[in-house]
């Protein structure tokens, strides 16, 4: 019996990671309901915030917009990591390391899954976003690019997702994640400019804190256009994240699958 | 691959951090077409065995060959000559029974048009066509067994490792199952390592039993063999009457040593064999000893490993402390 190729096991894993996320019709809804409330939530509570003097536009909307984009593509990476953690735990992941499986394969096959997902959600998101009056400045071309960061931001995500469920193979601990990233995703500069928010040690977080840049780096092309420096650094910090993370998780599979 | 092997174990220890040694320096040989039966009780540490020789969990000390590759230096080389079903049925309850066939025909190579022709036959050999293509979370246990050892055949593999295929299924699927296994060994060659808790498995299925407890093997052989060492039949009588079992003693007594019996009866080993059974029912009635019930009893694996461990066999993993699915 000779192995199948790298393309063929990804594309079967990525096969089975969407059909199983697209039977569960509750996981779609989370993933695309929650973060689309949150922002018609924060969209209309703090409109009032665009009056603020140095406010880089005057639709809260607009400046809003990242938001749902970064939560969901948390949820994405919070989803896969716990089907991977449910895998280890069900003895499913062991089936699939007594096949010839590359270990990278089905990192790849996982993250296959979360970039479909991303990708829904970002063209879900952005047409909602249209409809709701957000203006692209950036026009067609930024609209691709903002799903492309959304995309790349999902896989991120999900490597350090899968990071978490390699190393404890356990649905609990990569679901208690889930309130630290969230907590991370609101320290940042997701719901006022970095050079608005009052409190020293706020600031200093939110600079430090990479999550700030991917928002910077879409929210850039909704409400200024393009701007070469924030695109660096959304899809610098985007690209670093997303190499760490891949590379962390296909170390912790090697270490995993002897 | 030339010549065909089998599976050679050589002093394997398992060790867990704050735990005995689930295995403790086991040897063992299995031949190519041969289903050895690997019975003991819970936590005695069959299933770190196959998960050490299946390559998902490494060996403290020792070494083993599984169809000739070393199962530390050559994982890869053992995982594609093996199937295996092991204890839980691990599936994903989101995908159809024909789903979970095609998904593993493509990760061991299949091309797209003989996964469907392999996933057929599969699907059809472990009797789950009507179910294909229903998600297999609305299964019972015993389809979901099946399913697991159709998977584990799907790169048609040489060895085959059951781990406790049958535990709880009902005696219907139990006997599917069994039948299947079978099959496999007689018409199909392939070499199968089944793990159990079942003496009547291991009876039906194995042509070598090994007996493991607390991570040793105490015995190995044919169940004939096993069952011969230990040698003579027993009898055992229920005397009519309470007052009577005094005189039921001192008759059985002539026969054989007295072993453990059921309540209120008495039982000894034949030291005759079975053809004394003749001469204990004269004995009774030259007493006027009233019995109620008298049995022959063949030697079972069981009185093997009551005879090797001192314990019976039945429960005698409830009270150990290690948990092999920690493994």
């Keep these: ?258 | 691959m030339g010549q065909e092997r089998g599976i050679e174990v050589e002093n394997l220890v398992r060790e867990f951090r704050k735990g005995p040694r689930a295995v403790d320096g086991i040897d063992l040989r299995v031949e190519p077409g041969e289903v050895y039966g690997f019975l003991g009780p819970n936590g005695a540490g069959k299933s770190t065995t196959v998960l050490m020789l299946t390559t998902l969990l490494p060996p403290t000390s020792g070494t083993a060959t599984v169809a000739g590759y070393d199962i530390v230096k050559e994982g890869p080389q053992v995982r594609a000559s093996i199937g295996a079903a092991l204890q839980e049925a691990a599936l994903d309850p989101f995908l159809t029974g024909r789903e979970h066939l095609h998904l593993q025909a493509a990760l061991h190579g299949l091309s797209r048009k003989e996964r469907r022709r392999r996933g057929q036959e599969l699907l059809e050999r472990v009797g789950l066509e009507e179910a294909a293509d229903r998600r297999v979370r609305g299964y019972s246990g015993g389809m979901k067994r099946r399913l697991d050892l159709a998977l584990a055949l799907v790169h048609s593999p040489r060895i085959l490792f059951l781990d406790e295929p049958t535990t709880g299924l009902d005696p219907q699927s139990r006997s599917a199952l069994w039948a299947e296994v079978s099959r496999l060994a007689r018409e199909d060659g392939v070499t199968v390592f089944l793990t159990t808790q079942y003496l009547e498995e291991a009876d039906v299925l194995a042509d070598r039993v090994g007996i493991i407890d607390r991570g040793k093997i105490v015995a190995e052989d044919t169940p004939e063999v096993l069952k011969a060492e230990i040698g003579r039949p027993s009898v055992e009588a229920t005397p009519a009457e309470r007052s009577e079992r005094d005189a039921v003693v001192r008759v059985l007594s002539e026969f054989g040593e007295e072993i453990p019996a059921q309540p209120g009866a008495v039982a000894v080993r034949l030291s005759g064999g079975a053809a004394g059974l003749a001469d204990v029912v004269r004995a009774l009635d030259k007493e006027n000893v009233r019995v109620a019930n008298l049995r022959l009893d063949e030697p079972s694996l069981d009185d093997v490993f009551l005879a090797k461990t001192g314990r019976s066999l039945e429960g005698a993993g409830d009270d150990d402390e290690m948990d092999e699915a920690q493994a």
């Design chain 1, 1 to 258: 019996m000779t192995g199948s190729s790298f393309l063929t096991q990804v594309l079967a894993l990525a096969r089975r990671s969407t059909v199983r996320t697209m039977r569960q019709p509750a996981v779609i809804i989370s993933a695309l309901f929650f973060p689309m409330m949150f922002f018609s939530i924060n969209a209309s509570g703090l409109d009032a915030a665009s009056k603020i003097p140095g406010f880089p536009t005057d639709s809260y909307l607009d400046f809003a917009f990242a938001f749902p984009l970064i939560q969901a593509s948390l949820f994405g990476a919070i989803t896969a990591g716990s089907d991977l953690a449910r895998d280890i735990e069900s003895g499913f992941f062991d089936r699939l390391s007594l096949t010839p499986m590359r270990p990278v394969s089905l990192l790849g096959g996982m993250l296959a899954g979360v970039v479909a997902l991303g990708l829904l959600q970002g063209v879900v998101f952005l047409t909602i976003g249209l409809l709701m009056g957000v203006d692209i400045s950036s026009g067609l071309g930024g609209m691709f690019v903002i799903v492309l960061l959304t995309v790349l931001v999902a896989l991120g995500f999900g490597g350090i997702g899968a990071i978490l469920a390699i190393r404890t193979g356990s649905v609990e601990a990569v679901e208690s994640a889930f309130p630290l990233f969230f907590v991370a995703i609101f320290l940042s500069s997701i719901n006022l400019p970095r050079d608005l928010i009052e409190q020293d040690w706020f600031r200093f977080i939110a600079t430090i804190n990479p999550i700030s840049y991917l928002v910077e780096g879409i929210r850039s092309l909704v409400i200024t256009g393009w701007d070469p420096q924030a695109l660096a650094l959304g899809f610098g910090f985007a690209g670093a994240i997303v190499i760490v993370a891949i590379g962390g998780a296909a170390a912790s599979l090697r270490t995993r699958v002897a």
